[in-house]
């Protein structure tokens, strides 16, 4: 399909490039041509641009065309939580609130429920998750009936999943597929028998490949582990080799210097989720310190049970915000670093190295943000308006992979928000019942 974005203003987020009024053209999945109306029109009058049949020619109005978020921590199926465990802490949390009721999830459950988080994700502007729960393969497969990019991880740990079903999942969801892929992974050290942990490092040694766990999310785990190994999460783990290929660390909350320093030597990546830490009182990441040392930082929402909605908008703020604070600086984290943590760091902590940018050869993931409401004006500057005034209400439409499944309120995802809503009541109704 041959889709052109005109009338629009464009942020392609390279380096050094500043916003422009001009057009996308997109072909199948891909983008085939950015340029601004100059460049347009010299094209035009050299002949360089072939005139194309168009399926769909979409008017932007002068709103800002940019990539789409990308949510670098989530657990879709956790939908059904919502508002189910609140205002408790974290390990009563989880070991009297969630773990009990996922264990009444089925397969098809999940799916289900993936698809209404699919309905969260493109009206906030998400092109992109990187989803970590209970059962893959049904979410692999939700995500590709709605059209939502996916990045799979194992929650490998010593009650579900093995080492086994994650080496099935990553060689079978690795295979050629325009939406999916696929990283290893387990839920954290305080759920993984040290057993499990070694043989988790020699599957990753074994495939060369990257790992992301959830790291030093409360002070809590840290001191465990302190007690059980004599090292932090962050160092215990790499005395196991579990980072020789890099990957990455949810929340990362609780860091050491030295913490900080085997990060940057495996070139992993952070993936900070400030509004679940602040609801279950885990603390506030050092994004400052991250940047200093040179830690590329990404962001993620965390699951619905925990957040509990998945906006990145409420993310962004909150990452600048919370680092003033903590650091006393209110320059501290400027927002145009935001707006690139939540859109190119987040596609290469995913690994979606060809969903980062808006530019030739890119994946077709691409947001408009309408400009033409009350916190968009004045138009000082559009990147800080996106994060400290911007909000879901501000996302006019939500394009992945050259597919448009979010417009002005209307949703293109395969089945009707009604139909998912039913679904999923009853799957709750159900497990409140058992």
């Not at 072909?27 to 194309?52: F, S, T």
């Not at 957040?307 to 680092?323: I, K, T």
């Not at 290469?348 to 691409?366: F, S, V």
Request: charge should be negative.
């Amino acid at each position: 399909m041959n889709i052109r974005l005109y009338n629009a203003r464009i942020l392609t987020m390279e380096k050094n490039r500043d916003i422009f009024r001009g057009e996308i053209w997109i072909k199948n999945d891909r983008i085939v041509y950015v340029a601004g109306e100059d460049e347009l029109q010299n094209d035009w009058n050299k002949a360089d641009v072939p005139r194309i049949q168009w399926d769909i020619e979409y008017d932007c109005g002068d709103n800002l065309l940019m990539p789409g978020f990308k949510d670098a921590h989530t657990h879709s199926g956790m939908t059904c939580l919502r508002s189910f465990a609140d205002d408790v802490a974290l390990d009563k949390w989880l070991n009297e609130k969630i773990f009990p009721m996922e264990a009444k999830l089925s397969g098809e459950d999940i799916y289900e429920l993936t698809r209404l988080a699919v309905l969260e994700y493109v009206t906030s502007g998400i092109t992109a998750v990187f989803d970590m729960y209970l059962t893959p393969d049904t979410i692999a497969e939700a995500c590709m009936d709605t059209g939502m990019r996916c990045v799979l991880t194992s929650g490998l740990n010593n009650f579900s999943s093995s080492i086994e079903q994650q080496e099935r999942e990553y060689l079978r969801w690795n295979k050629r597929n325009s939406l999916i892929s696929y990283q290893l992974g387990f839920h954290a050290e305080y759920t993984c028998s040290k057993e499990l942990l070694c043989n988790m490092a020699a599957l990753a040694h074994n495939y060369h490949a990257p790992v992301y766990a959830h790291i030093s999310e409360t002070e809590h785990e840290v001191e465990e582990c302190m007690a059980r190994y004599g090292m932090t999460p962050m160092m215990f783990l790499d005395s196991l080799g579990m980072f020789e290929f890099g990957g990455g660390g949810f929340h990362c909350v609780h860091m050491s210097n030295d913490d900080m320093d085997v990060f940057r030597m495996r070139r992993m990546y952070v993936i900070t989720n400030p509004a679940s830490n602040l609801k279950l009182a885990s603390g506030i990441a050092p994004i400052a310190e991250f940047e200093k040392r040179k830690i590329p930082v990404a962001i993620g929402t965390d699951g619905p049970a925990s957040n509990n909605c998945l906006d990145m908008f409420r993310e962004m703020f909150l990452v600048s915000a919370l680092s003033k604070i903590r650091e006393n600086d209110a320059a501290s984290v400027d927002a145009m670093r935001v707006l690139r943590m939540a859109t190119v760091h987040g596609a290469k902590a995913m690994r979606l190295n060809r969903a980062d940018t808006l530019a030739k050869g890119k994946l077709a993931d691409i947001i408009l943000i309408d400009l033409k409401q009350p916190n968009m004006h004045p138009i000082n500057n559009i990147a800080k308006n996106i994060v400290y005034s911007g909000s879901k209400s501000n996302v006019a439409m939500t394009m992945v992979g050259g597919k448009i499944l979010y417009n002005r309120g209307e949703f293109n995802i395969g089945d009707s928000p009604e139909r998912i809503y039913e679904k999923c009541e009853k799957i709750v109704k159900r497990m409140l019942s058992e």
